[in-house]
T-cell receptor, first 111, second 111 residues
Framework: DGGITQSPKYLFRKEGQNVTLSCEQN?????MYWYRQDPGQGLRLIYY???????QKGDIAEGYSVSREKKESFPLTVTSAQKNPTAFYLC??????????FGEGSRLTVL | DQQVKQNSPSLSVQEGRISILNCDYT??????FLWYKKYPAEGPTFLIS?????DKNEDGRFTVFLNKSAKHLSLHIVPSQPGDSAVYFC??????????FGTGTSLTVIP
């Protein structure tokens, strides 16, 4: 089945550690996105990539990094510079019609 | 500054009645609008969309209305069912640009 796979679903991190969240899609979509959701807030854009080997910062990119070496993969690294990393992270890809398809999400908790 | 606003954080409706979820936006360049439904600890799923060339789009029990002059859109669900209980996000974008999401409205349909 086509879709977006995020892993891990749950992740615990100690302060000062970097962690990487995986996002893989087999929908053949060019554009991919990372969002963060906090309680009572909408989805906020961290980074997005319109094409392989290219990505742009979103509204809250500080403390995060991404890579887009393959069309199917758009991993997000939460670095120790991110001051408040505990959140629900959502990866999405966009089809040519403009619709976003989301993964199941990854919940990161900093201990 | 929040470009897409959902001013009602929650809504309760009796089963069989109409649910009306509202969304306001500030950017007149937005020309594509979507509604997503989200269950806890899952990724959002696409519900319905509308482009700025239309003022209404219908899909089964779901209808989205767009009032461009008021910069307002609404999602009508009729008849509401208990399985519709979820958080609903509206999103908007301008051509080729990122999506902006509202903060969500939590709908509870009471059996």
């Amino acid at each position: 089945d086509g879709g977006i796979t995020q892993s891990p679903k749950y992740l615990f991190r100690k302060e000062g550690q970097n962690v990487t969240l995986s996002c893989e899609q087999n929908l053949n979509h060019d554009a991919m996105y990372w969002y963060r959701q906090d309680p009572g807030q909408g989805l906020r854009l961290i980074y997005y990539s319109q094409i392989v080997n290219d990505f742009q910062k979103g509204d809250i990119a500080e403390g995060y990094s991404v890579s887009r070496e393959k069309k199917e993969s758009f991993p997000l690294t939460v670095t120790s510079a991110q001051k408040n990393p505990t959140a629900f992270y959502l990866c999405a890809s966009k089809d040519r019609g403009g619709e976003l398809f989301f993964g199941e999400g990854s919940r990161l908790t900093v201990l | 500054d929040q470009q897409v606003k959902q001013n009602s954080p929650s809504l309760s409706v009796q089963e069989g009645r109409i649910s009306i979820l509202n969304c306001d936006y500030t950017n007149s360049m937005f020309d594509y609008f979507l509604w997503y439904k989200k269950y806890p600890a899952e990724g959002p799923t696409f519900l319905i969309s509308i482009s700025s060339i239309k003022d209404k789009n219908e899909d089964g029990r779901f209808t989205v209305f767009l009032n461009k002059s008021a910069k307002h859109l609404s999602l009508h669900i009729v008849p509401s069912q208990p399985g519709d209980s979820a958080v609903y996000f509206c999103a908007a974008s301008a051509v080729g640009n990122q999506f902006y999401f509202g903060t969500g409205t939590s709908l509870t349909v009471i059996p």
